[in-house]
């Protein structure tokens, strides 16, 4: 019989110790994903478990999800837009072949913001995700809630301004984005493939180490992908955390939009952490209170360039239009959402014209400067702990509001500041606020540093909640 | 950011979209607010030393070798095309009367 709550671990030792079949397991996993679903609106598609005869009965496999831009040959992927609605892709993503290769079984596709834009709603063109913490709350996107109402192990997905962290802290799981180019872009619908890494979510520091160690590895197909051939499967344990250095970012609490109970959470975290015995190390980045900005401007412009062949005449619902420039805007207006065409409107603003070199080359100048802050940071420091988004997992009813906007919605200004500079950064719940919301905080750590970052997070999720 | 409607409604071309009156009023409000707080982090940031970065880290060729090899079958290529047929995507006329 399968434990209420398991890990992948977890998963693991049972099926060593012949406690039940991973045929039993997935099956179990798939109930419960759809109950879940019923409730929480987490999918856009489900997959048959799709086992052959004997399968099954022997060998481990781990039930799994995918967000609804990772693409597999012959299925239909959506990115969470009527753009997309009909879209069958003629590709498989580098990453779920990957995984599926290992044991990896992928039983649906998760709900996500329209392309990813938007980054903590979870509200695409079909449907809005509810968070099984509290259901009037948003939960960030598909995959997290899934985990969080226990219908898989692991979600993989992409994190271009913290959507994959934020998630994970809404809903009380962990979320890992890694070093830019230590998993496959291959096969992945992006929208701001400078800024974007597929991630993933799991129930714990551990599950989200031996998913990584699946997930990750050298791409010839993929012009960012890191060289390294083979990633390590990391067991969190072992060096003394006492052994590493924290920087804690004296300028985190002047960020807009933040809520007292974030705040409220995060010093006494580090007061708990010093406690510890943790050494934590005052640091300065003044600039951190504009990160969001920046990373706002550049991931507008690589939206506008990236979703400019959804125009109707290779891909995309057509409208009709009399000529091809009216067909196009006819067939774009009415595909997009409203978050979207806000974000590719100001993107192509920025792009060009006056406002090139007053916007966006101003904020590419702005990367290359915190890109080398931070690593003057981390040449001293291990990591750099912060909070992972200024608020709380938001109410419902932010949807449709003034609030309800990809650009200036202040959500990523801790989460983004690891996707301009491409480290990797793992987030985790640590407790909860007075009004019982979760509350998280992150790691950002050195590229092709998960393994030290992962070993420090197991410490904290060990500690965190205390 | 001196913005004008006009502006507006050429970036929003641009981009092939049409807003309505409604949304543009609404997006100007926005991009005012977000190029009010860009202005106060251009002060507070200053000078910037170095040119700008647009990757994290180099990007590789990844092209293959330029031999002949079998491509994509035209039958695939045109799948998801929303008007085509056996052969080509079709498109309304380019020029305008």
């Known amino acids: 019989m399968l434990p209420d709550k398991i890990t992948i671990k977890g998963l693991k030792e049972g099926l060593r110790n012949k406690d039940y079949t991973s045929r039993e397991a997935l099956e179990s996993f798939q109930e419960k994903l759809g109950q879940g679903d019923g409730q929480f609106n987490y999918l856009l598609s489900r997959r048959p478990l799709g086992l052959a005869g004997g399968e099954g009965l022997e060998e481990v496999l781990i039930p799994c999800l995918a967000a609804d831009n990772y693409c597999l040959q012959g299925e239909k992927v959506t990115c969470g837009s009527k753009m997309l609605q009909d879209y069958v892709s003629p590709v498989s993503s ?20 329209e392309f990813g834009i938007g980054d ?35 979600a993989f997905g992409t994190d ?9 802290v809404f809903c009380g799981v962990v979320g890992l984005k890694p070093s830019w180019g230590r998993m496959s872009r291959r096969g992945i619908i992006e929208y701001a493939p400078s800024l974007e890494q597929p991630g993933l979510q799991a129930l714990s520091v551990g599950d989200a180490a031996l998913a990584l160690a699946a997930a990750a590895g050298h791409d010839d197909r993929d012009p960012g992908s890191c060289r390294d051939s083979h990633f390590p499967e990391i067991v969190p344990g072992g060096e003394s955390p006492g052994d590493f250095q924290v920087a804690v970012v004296r300028e985190w609490d002047q960020v807009d939009y933040l809520e007292t109970g974030v705040k409220e959470g995060f010093n006494s975290l580090l007061k708990g952490l010093s406690g510890q015995g943790i050494k934590l190390g005052d640091t300065s980045l003044p600039s951190l209170v504009s990160v969001s900005n920046i990373t706002g401007i550049i991931a507008a412009v690589e939206a506008f360039s990236n979703l400019a062949n959804y125009d109707g005449v290779r891909l995309g619902t057509r409208k009709e239009g009399k000529f091809l420039q009216d067909m ?13 065409k806000e974000f590719l409107t100001f ?20 990367r290359n400067y915190l890109k080398q802050k931070i690593e003057e940071i981390l040449s001293v420091h291990d990591f750099i702990l912060l909070p992972v988004s200024p608020f709380t997992a938001p109410s419902r009813e932010i949807l449709g509001s003034s609030r309800d906007r990809a650009l200036d919605n202040g959500g990523d200004v801790y989460a983004s500041l690891a996707n301009l500079a491409g480290l990797p950064a793992i987030s985790l719940p640590v407790g909860k606020t007075g009004e019982g919301k979760s509350l998280g905080v992150q790691l950002v750590g050195p590229a092709g540093g998960e393994e030290k970052l992962l070993q420090m997070a197991a ?3 060990k500690v965190g909640g205390n | 950011m001196d913005l004008s409607a006009e502006d507006l409604r050429v970036a929003a071309r641009d981009a092939r979209l049409e807003l309505t009156l409604e949304e543009q ?50 039958e695939t290529a045109l799948a998801n095309g929303p008007v085509t047929d056996t052969s080509c995507f079709f498109v309304p006329k380019i020029v305008e009367d």
Not at chain 1, 99 to 109: D, E, P, T
Not at chain 1, 160 to 168: D, F, I, N
Not at chain 2, 36 to 58: N, V
């Open chain 1, 328 to 340: 196009y805007i006819q067939t774009r207006t009415a595909g997009f959402g409203q978050r979207v």
């Open chain 1, 347 to 366: 993107g192509a603003l920025v792009s060009g014209g006056a406002y090139y070199q007053e916007y966006f080359q101003w904020a590419q100048r702005c």
């Open chain 1, 160 to 168: 271009a301004r913290g959507s994959l962290r934020l998630s994970a």
């Open chain 2, 25 to 74: 009023e609404r997006l100007h409000l926005i991009i005012d607010g977000y190029g009010q707080k860009i202005q106060r982090d251009r002060q507070a940031m200053g000078e910037l030393p170095g040119g700008p970065l647009t990757y994290p880290r180099p990007l590789e060729n990844v092209f293959r070798s330029d031999t002949p090899g079998v491509s994509l079958p035209r």
């Open chain 1, 459 to 461: 410490f904290l999720e």
């Open chain 1, 94 to 113: 580098f990453v779920l072949e990957k995984l599926q290769g290992r044991g990896y079984r992928v039983m649906g596709k998760t709900n996500l913001d």
């Open chain 1, 120 to 154: 903590f709603f979870g509200s695409s063109f079909f449907q809005v995700t509810h968070n099984p913490l509290d259901k009037g709350c948003l939960a960030g996107g598909g995959g997290a809630a899934a985990l969080a109402a226990g219908g898989a192990l692991a």
